[in-house]
T-cell receptor, first 112, second 118 residues
Framework: RKEVEQDPGPFNVPEGATVAFNCTYS??????FFWYRQDCRKEPKLLMS???SGNEDGRFTAQLNRASQYISLLIRDSKLSDSATYLC?????????????FGTGTQLKVEL | GAVVSQHPSWVICKSGTSVKIECRSL??????MFWYRQFPKQSLMLMAT?????????EQGVEKDKFLINHASLTLSTLTVTSAHPEDSSFYIC??????????????FGPGTRLTVL
């Protein structure tokens, strides 16, 4: 079983749509959680951290359910510029250091 | 702040040659640097973690004699792919982390190096 699992998509949605991505992780010792965005042939960029209480940043809302080991990302009023691959990332702290584990990503294509 | 650069951004080499990739933190001191590899349509996979002045810690399955990592200063880490072969062709990405302070424990990623071995 992969440590971080995501539906690879692609999700093709019209501009203005609301889209949700889900992610599950297998290691219950995971301590912090993130969504990254990766454009084609580019490095990943931090979109937002994910907290148990849920958090929102503009059109983006992230939720974490530790009991179910489940993370979600909701994008409202999607824009063409949101087209990218969204990576679910978990951090496990061990030996005094951080280790990020990445999902394979969910591809989003926003269309006119 | 928190900019990480990588050089070169892309490289094409012949099989059997060695390739060195540099990763620099431009405006902060990186206590730890990480090297990742990403094959097409796959996730980033951590190859190794390096702390300044000490030996790198390699992930299972990553050959330390093939992927030489040097973290000589708090702003520079290098990855050398020795005797590269076509199966080493990949997107190599570094990240840098500093502990505490305003930047916290966040990893900041470089723009990546695309290696093609012929």
């Amino acid at each position: 079983r992969k440590e971080v699992e995501q539906d690879p998509g692609p999700f093709n949605v019209p501009e203005g749509a609301t889209v949700a991505f889900n992610c599950t992780y297998s290691n219950s010792a995971s301590q912090s959680f993130f969504w990254y965005r990766q454009d084609c042939r580019k490095e990943p960029k931090l979109l937002m951290s994910v907290y148990s209480s849920g958090n929102e940043d503009g059109r983006f809302t992230a939720q974490l359910n530790r009991a179910s080991q489940y993370i979600s990302l909701l994008i409202r009023d999607s824009k063409l510029s949101d087209s990218a691959t969204y990576l679910c990332v978990v951090n496990i702290r061990s030996g005094g250091g951080n280790k990020l584990t990445f999902g394979t990503g969910t591809q989003l294509k926003v269309e006119l | 702040g928190a900019v990480v650069s990588q050089h070169p951004s892309w490289v094409i080499c012949k099989s059997g040659t060695s390739v060195k990739i540099e990763c620099r933190s431009l405006d902060f001191q990186a206590t730890t640097m990480f090297w990742y590899r990403q094959f097409p349509k796959q996730s980033l996979m951590l190859m190794a973690t390096s702390n300044e002045g000490s030996k790198a810690t390699y992930e299972q399955g990553v050959e330390k004699d093939k992927f030489l990592i040097n973290h000589a200063s708090l702003t520079l880490s290098t990855l050398t792919v020795t005797s590269a072969h076509p199966e080493d062709s990949s997107f190599y990405i570094c990240s840098a982390e500093t502990s505490g302070g305003a930047l916290g424990d966040t990893q900041y990623f470089g723009p990546g190096t695309r290696l093609t071995v012929l």
